[in-house]
């Protein structure tokens, strides 16, 4: 009796401590960040976000035009990558609803699309989007609607927009296979009181459908404006990598990810502190955007089948 | 206008929208399935000239001269990834278990909602946490840092599929082993862990997948080198860091043999995916229908 005790003890141990490794893991990614940003935080305290200057000689930092970059590439490719994921999902979800071994097969094909690795998007952006954007897309909208500042300047393929495309394409499995899940998880009834009324195939995944479904689809597009935050290899290697505030899509920028991934290896002193602080951010974000995403789909979840 | 007139416009009305939106999701579905088909086609294309034996096994030679290969970083992508599938199974497996059969405890709630925070992260400030914590006291780039850094990537994932697979093992198993006597720890290990267990090796297998293909959590933990690995503590070449510094070097000799490592990654990643939904899949698929 003694001994079976002990084995439950052990075991309960073993597995809780591993548990508390996952909660440890991020109290200590949190602490040991803000223990190296911490000259750069005491130094330039909340103008580090504001600041527009990166100059490593005058030892001169502000997050700005990174943060900037990063909104800019990730709201392209929510306003892209969204529309489309959703309707892959109602696809799958609501028109192959009869045909479940294609629907099944159609999303597999697509979540092969999230095995796909970022570098391997960012070798294809560089060879391949990227000429394609600024000769088919870039340069043709330039030429006839070259007065908006959105499209004017002169494209080189390097900039906001090929980087927000590449990000696009990389975050609709991630949005769409959850949108998916929640869609399939929406009770039958509520398609059939709606098609009694005679409604439409639209008319019921409008109004009966996606309204029951919207905080998970919510969650889902969280979920992929976080993955888009984050990105970093991809997004390196087509950005043009130079600091730029403006609204002109087609010039080269920078985001947080790409900053780390370019300058930190050179980096030393108060250079180094200033970009962890610019990983600090990029960590307090994705922390809030998952904590958000993770929420609202565990609110959905209770008392649905939904799995992320 | 009489009123059935009048409601057989709303109605085509209404039948217009519906076929408008119709076509417009697969529009969608189209969009979202063209760029898989290019980047597909464009590796296999330009990868399958870089593919040689040469190219398989022999070291880097310097730019434009023939007969070099990505050796190295095959090797240092195997070994990285393999120390960090030893670190993450055990620490994921186990708070997995920890998530579905203590699922009532509020540390259980509170370290499975972390879990998943944990596995949305930008990786590049995992890299940068493993620097800190690794590169900086060690004071070299290392394998044994890399493997880190990709294990904090797989423990969530590990986790995750662990205790989704171990809370369809139906109660009643649990039950009826617990009333033949066998201590709870027991019942765990033997009863719930063997039924769960294709569950676990599809997470295992998918964290194994995606840590072949992180690059950002290398970067400034096991860097580069053109060398084979002697020792776990110096710079370690990986075929992703290798695309990376190909892609962007404009040696055309390079940038064909990143082409050929984006072939050779895709190949283990899509055969890992493939085989886990085909294979184990279905039978997952199955033991859920039971």
Same mark, same amino acid.
């Given at each position: 009796m003694?001994?079976?005790l002990n084995?439950d003890a052990?075991?309960t141990?073993?597995?809780a401590?591993a548990?508390l490794?996952?909660?440890?893991?991020?109290v200590?990614?949190?602490?040991e960040?803000y223990?190296?940003?911490?000259p =750069?935080?005491?130094?330039f305290?909340?103008?580090f976000?504001?600041?527009?200057e990166?100059e490593?000689?005058?030892n001169?930092?502000g997050a700005?035009?990174?943060?900037?970059?990063?909104l800019v590439t990730?709201a392209?490719a929510?306003?892209?990558?969204?529309?489309?994921s959703l309707?892959?999902?109602?696809f799958?979800?609501e028109?192959?609803?009869?045909?479940r071994m294609?629907?099944?097969?159609?999303g597999?094909?697509v979540?092969?699309l999230?095995?796909?690795?970022s570098v391997?998007?960012?070798l294809w952006?560089?060879?391949v989007?990227?000429?394609?954007?600024?000769?088919?897309?870039?340069k043709?909208l330039?030429?006839y609607?070259g007065?908006?500042p959105?499209f004017?300047?002169?494209?080189?393929?390097?900039?906001?927009?090929?980087?927000g495309i590449?990000?696009?394409?990389?975050?609709?499995?991630t949005?769409?296979?959850?949108s998916?899940?929640?869609?399939?998880?929406?009770?039958?009834?509520?398609r059939?009181?709606?098609?009694?009324?005679g409604?439409t195939?639209w008319?019921?995944?409008?109004k009966?459908?996606?309204?029951?479904?919207?905080?998970?689809?919510?969650?889902?597009?969280?979920?992929?404006l976080?993955?888009?935050f984050?990105?970093t290899?991809?997004?390196?290697?087509?950005?043009?990598?130079?600091p730029n505030i403006?609204?002109?899509l087609?010039?080269p920028g920078?985001t947080?990810s790409?900053?780390?991934?370019?300058?930190?290896?050179?980096?030393?002193?108060?250079?180094?502190?200033?970009i962890?602080?610019?990983?600090?951010?990029?960590?307090?974000?994705?922390?809030l955007?998952?904590?958000v995403?993770?929420f609202?789909?565990?609110r959905?979840?209770?008392?649905?089948?939904?799995?992320? | 206008?009489?009123?059935?007139?009048?409601?057989a416009?709303?109605?085509?009305q209404?039948?217009?929208?519906n076929?408008?939106?119709t076509?417009?999701v697969l529009?969608?579905?189209?969009?979202?399935?063209?760029?898989?088909?290019?980047?597909l086609g464009?590796?296999?294309?330009?990868?399958?000239?870089?593919?040689?034996l040469d190219f398989?096994i022999?070291?880097?030679?310097?730019p434009?001269?023939p007969?070099?290969?990505?050796?190295?970083?095959?090797?240092?992508?195997?070994v990285?990834?393999?120390?960090?599938?030893?670190i993450s199974?055990?620490?994921g497996?186990?708070?997995?278990i920890?998530?579905?059969?203590?699922?009532t405890s509020k540390?259980s709630?509170?370290?499975?909602?972390m879990?998943d925070v944990l596995t949305?992260?930008?990786?590049?400030?995992?890299?940068?946490?493993?620097?800190?914590l690794?590169?900086?006291?060690?004071?070299t780039?290392?394998?044994f840092?890399?493997g880190v850094?990709? =294990?904090?990537?797989?423990?969530p994932?590990?986790?995750?599929?662990?205790?989704?697979?171990l809370?369809?093992?139906?109660?009643t198993?649990r039950?009826a082993?617990?009333?033949l006597g066998?201590?709870?720890?027991k019942t765990i290990?033997?009863?719930v862990?063997?039924?769960?267990?294709?569950?676990?090796?599809?997470?295992?297998?998918?964290?194994i997948?995606?840590a072949s293909?992180?690059?950002?959590?290398?970067?400034?933990t096991?860097?580069?080198s053109?060398?084979?690995?002697k020792?776990?503590?110096?710079?370690?070449?990986?075929i992703t860091?290798l695309?990376?510094?190909?892609?962007l070097s =404009?040696?055309?000799?390079?940038? =064909?043999?990143a082409?050929g490592?984006?072939?050779?990654?895709?190949?283990i990643?899509l055969?890992?995916?493939l085989f886990?939904k085909?294979?184990i899949g279905?039978?997952?698929?199955?033991?859920?229908?039971?």
């Amino acid at each position: 009796m003694q001994f079976r005790l002990n084995g439950d003890a052990i075991l309960t141990i073993l597995v809780a401590a591993a548990a508390l490794f996952i909660i440890g893991l991020i109290v200590a990614i949190t602490v040991e960040l803000y223990h190296i940003a911490a000259p =750069s935080i005491f130094r330039f305290g909340p103008a580090f976000l504001s600041g527009e200057e990166w100059e490593v000689n005058k030892n001169e930092f502000g997050a700005l035009p990174f943060i900037y970059g990063t909104l800019v590439t990730s709201a392209i490719a929510i306003l892209i990558g969204f529309p489309i994921s959703l309707g892959v999902a109602i696809f799958i979800s609501e028109k192959l609803k009869s045909h479940r071994m294609f629907g099944y097969s159609l999303g597999t094909v697509v979540d092969l699309l999230a095995a796909v690795p970022s570098v391997v998007y960012g070798l294809w952006g560089v060879f391949v989007l990227v000429p394609l954007l600024r000769d088919y897309i870039e340069k043709p909208l330039n030429h006839y609607l070259g007065f908006i500042p959105l499209f004017s300047g002169h494209p080189e393929g390097f900039d906001f927009f090929s980087a927000g495309i590449i990000l696009a394409i990389m975050i609709i499995p991630t949005m769409s296979a959850v949108s998916r899940d929640v869609l399939k998880a929406v009770p039958n009834n509520q398609r059939e009181a709606m098609y009694s009324l005679g409604a439409t195939d639209w008319e019921v995944t409008q109004k009966s459908v996606l309204p029951y479904a919207r905080s998970g689809i919510f969650g889902g597009f969280i979920l992929g404006l976080g993955r888009a935050f984050g990105e970093t290899m991809a997004v390196v290697m087509v950005i043009g990598n130079i600091p730029n505030i403006t609204a002109n899509l087609f010039s080269p920028g920078y985001t947080l990810s790409s900053l780390i991934a370019n300058e930190f290896g050179e980096s030393t002193g108060l250079y180094e502190s200033s970009i962890i602080e610019i990983a600090l951010i990029l960590f307090a974000v994705a922390l809030l955007v998952n904590f958000v995403a993770r929420f609202l789909l565990w609110r959905m979840s209770r008392g649905m089948e939904v799995k992320v | 206008m009489t009123k059935s007139n009048l409601s057989a416009n709303v109605s085509l009305q209404r039948k217009i929208v519906n076929v408008l939106m119709t076509i417009l999701v697969l529009v969608a579905v189209v969009l979202a399935l063209v760029p898989l088909i290019l980047i597909l086609g464009d590796v296999f294309v330009k990868g399958a000239p870089a593919m040689s034996l040469d190219f398989l096994i022999n070291r880097p030679t310097a730019p434009n001269l023939p007969g070099g290969g990505i050796a190295p970083a095959i090797e240092g992508s195997f070994v990285m990834v393999g120390l960090a599938t030893l670190i993450s199974i055990p620490i994921g497996v186990g708070a997995g278990i920890f998530f579905s059969e203590w699922s009532t405890s509020k540390l259980s709630t509170v370290s499975g909602f972390m879990n998943d925070v944990l596995t949305g992260f930008p990786t590049m400030v995992i890299g940068l946490f493993v620097f800190i914590l690794i590169v900086l006291t060690t004071k070299t780039y290392s394998a044994f840092a890399g493997g880190v850094a990709l =294990s904090f990537i797989m423990t969530p994932i590990i986790a995750r599929t662990t205790s989704e697979s171990l809370k369809l093992v139906p109660t009643t198993l649990r039950e009826a082993s617990m009333a033949l006597g066998i201590p709870r720890w027991k019942t765990i290990l033997r009863i719930v862990l063997g039924t769960g267990k294709n569950g676990l090796l599809t997470g295992i297998l998918l964290a194994i997948a995606r840590a072949s293909g992180e690059t950002a959590p290398l970067l400034f933990t096991a860097a580069t080198s053109t060398l084979f690995i002697k020792n776990l503590m110096q710079p370690t070449a990986s075929i992703t860091i290798l695309i990376y510094y190909y892609a962007l070097s =404009s040696v055309p000799s390079w940038i =064909s043999q990143a082409w050929g490592a984006a072939l050779l990654l895709i190949i283990i990643m899509l055969s890992l995916n493939l085989f886990v939904k085909l294979v184990i899949g279905r039978s997952l698929t199955e033991a859920r229908m039971e």
